[in-house]
């Protein structure tokens, strides 16, 4: 039996929702191992801090899958997502990336088929839901490793993995 368009509709909400619960696990991982200063520090001037990039993808997925697919009003202010310096704690970003994160699941849980190809004006683009999650999630992944990689540029050795590969399946070294 052919799967229908309503549960096609819904293994694709799902597995986007499932690729932001890993990728929010990866940034909860990192912020575990930071103390607030780390979270707002810079390589230099032009480039963003950890704690800019957490504001920034409660920012960008707010708009695109909470507003754009949801129907939430979209309240961003995308330049203050870069202009912020310090001053909020990781525990506050934590927690509003956290209840964003939970937002776009329930937005992404309720689609339609339809409302997955209709086209709607998110940022200034005209995208159907499709475009609007393929654009979103691995925006959110994207940033996710770049925040993995500031906590290790920051922590150098004192890095902790969360997984490591421990068969040759997995990619590890048989000892």
Not at 40 to 59: D, F, M, P, V
Request: charged letters at 20%.
């Amino acid at each position: 039996m052919e799967p229908t368009s309503r549960q096609l509709a819904a293994a694709l909400a799902a597995e986007a929702a499932n690729e932001l619960a890993d990728a929010l696990a990866k940034i909860e991982h990192c912020l575990a191992q930071l103390t607030d200063e780390q979270v707002w520090w810079r390589s230099c001037e032009s480039t963003n801090s950890i704690g800019n990039l957490l504001w920034h993808l409660a920012g960008n997925l707010r708009q695109w899958i909470v507003s754009g697919l949801g129907g939430a009003p979209d309240v961003r202010d995308r330049p203050s997502e870069f202009a912020q310096r310090g001053g909020i704690g990781k525990q506050e970003l934590l927690g509003r990336l956290r209840t964003v994160v939970g937002e776009a699941q329930a937005a992404l849980a309720s689609l339609s088929p339809d409302e997955l190809l209709r086209v709607r004006r998110i940022q200034g683009f005209d995208v159907s839901g499709l475009a609007a999650i393929f654009h979103s999630v691995p925006h959110f992944r994207g940033h996710t490793q770049e925040i993995v990689h500031l906590t290790r540029l920051e922590l150098g050795d004192a890095y902790r993995f969360a997984w490591q590969p421990a068969t040759a399946e997995q990619g590890g070294v048989e000892g």
